[in-house]
């Protein structure tokens, strides 16, 4: 149980457009939903913490309008990075959680973002 | 949340017991201590918490020291597929926000 899944698992993109990718909890109903995002040989940086039907919590230097993230049900999260430029090449990273009390994520197997 | 340290990375041959260090010797008395993991280009997996008392689940041990400054996590017969970084973190039940430091790189050998 506890599965979260990302689509798509790669993107490649020209520098200028947007790319949207989504994070589904499949076998549970995910009261938050949270956005990492990991730099080659980095640790993960959280970006940005969503609950369902409400505006999401962006970490400081997380531009909000550069990074949209819509959560509009309890079982589906997307990330739209927009206007895409190479410098926001990295691995998105998605978790949810269905609990408020523990800490308990459960991750997504995350989506490669290139950008050309 | 409190500030762990771990080792940047280990070995441990196939088939031992892989003990992991974190020290978080600023962990406040309602911290909980977290352990994930992340194998290479793969979303982390929840491992293990505790408090005060040692913890056990099909994955690890979890031994917590008495003051709660240090903790060991404990894969008792490692595998090829336990090679990942593990991460440990301190937070308060019910934060939420998992911050991940840097965390151990941890290499089983055959």
């Known amino acids: 149980g506890a599965v979260v899944s990302q689509h798509p698992s790669w993107v490649i993109c020209k520098s200028g457009t947007s790319v949207k990718i989504e994070c589904r909890s499949l076998?549970?109903?995910?009261?938050?939903m949270f956005w990492y995002r990991q730099f080659p040989k980095q640790s993960l940086m959280l970006m940005a913490t969503?609950?369902?039907?409400?505006?999401?919590?962006?970490e400081q230097g997380v531009e909000k309008d550069k990074f949209l993230i819509n959560h509009a049900s309890l079982t589906l999260s997307t990330l739209t990075v927009t206007s895409a430029h190479p410098e926001d090449s990295s691995f998105y990273i998605c978790?949810?959680?269905?609990?408020?009390?523990?800490?308990?994520?459960?991750f997504g197997p995350g989506t490669r973002l290139t950008v050309l | 949340d409190a500030k762990t340290t771990q080792p940047t990375s280990m070995d441990c041959a196939e088939g031992r017991a892989a003990n992991l260090p974190c020290n978080h010797s600023?962990?406040?008395?309602?911290?909980?201590v977290y352990w994930y993991r992340q194998i290479h280009s793969q979303g982390p997996q929840y491992i293990i918490h505790?408090?005060?008392n040692n913890e056990t689940n099909e994955m690890a041990s979890l031994i917590i020291t008495e003051d709660r400054k240090s903790s060991t996590l404990i894969l008792p017969h490692a595998t090829l597929r336990d090679t990942a970084v593990y991460y440990c973190?301190?937070?308060?039940?019910?934060?939420?926000?998992?911050?991940f430091g840097q965390g151990t790189r941890l290499t089983i050998n055959p």
């Open positions: 600023t962990i406040s008395g309602n911290e909980y």
């Open positions: 505790g408090l005060k």
């Open positions: 978790s949810a959680s269905f609990s408020t009390t523990y800490n308990e994520q459960f």
């Open positions: 076998d549970f109903q995910a009261t938050t």
């Open positions: 973190i301190g937070i308060i039940q019910g934060a939420q926000k998992l911050v």
């Open positions: 969503s609950n369902e039907g409400s505006k999401a919590t962006y």
